[in-house]
T-cell receptor, first 114, second 111 residues
């Protein structure tokens, strides 16, 4: 069974530039998560989708971050404009449902903002 | 805010049993306790999940007392490759059924 795919794996941009990350969850998984993980910290949930609807985006900085999950499958996370403090690993995960379900994580995208 | 508390770091030697305890005083009735493992430059990986008493799989055991306010992840006979960060999670009900990762426990296994 294929795992969660993410691209790119690495990205370096300058502050105020835009960047987008892509995630392809495990086939059939209804729930998709985007996390931000700053070095030395645990992952912080940015947004959670159930199919193509948003379940929780309370920690998403909506003035600069946006995410969508068209057709309830793939998802993109965008940052516009980027700030230095956005340097982190962005992890995508998927699970069959929501409550108490195991989450399967992708390898992440390491973003460096200069 | 994370709903769990666990030690920041632990050291062990190869071949020893390691027990990592997590406190979750406000766990809800229907919540499960889940542990994840994360190696550097990788996403977290599910280890084990339980609701009460004891759960065992090929990787670890999870001990949960009757009051469910804490849990202990037990790793038998650790090896160098078990060096990783271990996260304890319980379901969070604030604003939905999201789960929150804390800072985790950094386990360092020495030869």
């Amino acid at each position: 069974e294929a795992g969660v795919a993410q691209s790119p794996r690495y990205k370096i941009i300058e502050k105020r530039q835009s960047v987008a990350f892509w995630c392809n969850p495990i086939s059939g998984h209804a729930t998709l998560y985007w996390y931000q993980q700053i070095l030395g910290q645990g992952p912080k949930l940015l947004i959670q989708f159930q199919n193509n609807g948003v379940v929780d985006d309370s920690q998403l900085p909506k003035d600069r971050f946006s995410a969508e999950r068209l057709k309830g499958v793939d998802s993109t996370l965008k940052i516009q404009p980027a700030k230095l403090e956005d340097s982190a690993v962005y992890l995508c995960a998927s699970s069959p449902g929501t409550r108490n379900n195991e989450q399967f994580f992708g390898p992440g995208t390491r973003l460096t903002v200069l | 805010l994370a709903k769990t508390t666990q030690p920041i770091s632990m050291d062990s030697y190869e071949g020893q049993e390691v027990n990592i305890t997590c406190s979750h005083n406000n766990i809800a009735t229907n919540d499960y306790i889940t542990w994840y493992q994360q190696f550097p430059s990788q996403g977290p990986r599910f280890i084990i999940q339980g609701y009460k008493t004891k759960v065992t799989n090929e990787v670890a055991s999870l001990f949960i007392p009757a009051d469910r306010k804490s849990s202990t992840l037990s790793l038998p006979r650790v090896s160098l490759s078990d060096t990783a960060v271990y996260y304890c999670l319980v379901g969070d009900h604030t604003g939905g059924f999201k789960t929150i990762f804390g800072a985790g426990t950094r386990l360092f296994v020495k030869a």
